[in-house]
């Protein structure tokens, strides 16, 4: 039985969209890391040292959103909403394409906190819903854990020879090269379509529903 949320190629899309949405935030945004909330933590101690209080609120609001996002991505794990609301899984998948979508429709004169907040809020869905390749764990949003294993893994296939470790040392280079790839494309998207750039990353993530539905098909014929 394939699963799909947690396949090689599930992962690249919303890896890659993990990647494009730094930079996306950061040129367009207000320079606001909106997924991976280390940059936001540390820039928020930062502004408080230096009594600006209100930058300091531009970094803590999307790390209140994420914690929302986090503990609502839990709950849909365990479960509790499937008796009220068939597939989940899937309607969570959906809202984050719809929330970025919408994204690329708020323009730029507007407060970047307008935009910084639900899209990490949407980050946090990723991270919590999905954070396994098969057996591996791995993170969407941010690349200093897949790094951490990706040595870990080169370790155990060069030092020890193991041939899963190999498997793993490859799996993790792909996912890291989407990430970069992903913040490269970003930053050129950017660049060029300004703040309609959020429109790539919510096609691929709705490129993911896509998925789900070959996956059926292919299990309904087998």
């Keep these: ?53 209100r930058q300091a609120s531009a970094h803590l609001w999307p790390i209140v959103a994420f914690i929302l996002g986090v503990a609502i991505a839990t709950h849909v794990k365990q479960g509790r909403l499937d008796h009220v ?29 307008l935009v910084t907040i639900p899209v990490a809020f949407v980050a946090a869905l990723q991270i919590e819903l999905f954070r396994n390749i098969g057996d591996l764990n791995y993170i969407a949003v941010a690349t200093t854990g897949n790094l951490m294993r990706w040595v870990e893994a080169g370790y155990g296939r060069i030092v020890t020879g193991d041939p899963a470790s190999g498997t793993a040392f490859r799996t993790y280079s792909l996912v890291i090269t989407t990430f970069a790839t992903g913040a490269l494309v970003g930053a ?3 660049r060029g379509l300004g703040v ?24 309904s014929s087998e």
């Design 188 to 190: 050129i998207a950017t």
């Design 85 to 113: 609301l068939p597939f989940a899984l899937r309607w969570t998948i959906a809202l984050q394409a719809v929330v970025l979508a919408v994204v690329g429709f708020i323009p730029a004169t507007v407060p970047p906190s």
């Design 1 to 53: 039985m394939t699963v799909t949320s947690s396949s090689l190629r599930f992962a690249l899309l919303i890896t890659g969209s993990g990647g494009f949405l730094d930079a996306y935030t950061v040129l367009a945004r207000g320079g606001v890391f909106a997924t991976a909330q280390t940059g936001n933590v540390v820039f928020l101690a930062l502004n408080l040292a230096h009594g600006e209080w």
């Design 196 to 219: 309609h750039a959020s429109w790539v990353p919510a096609a691929l993530i709705a490129g993911t529903l896509l998925l789900f539905v070959l996956d059926d098909r292919a299990e």
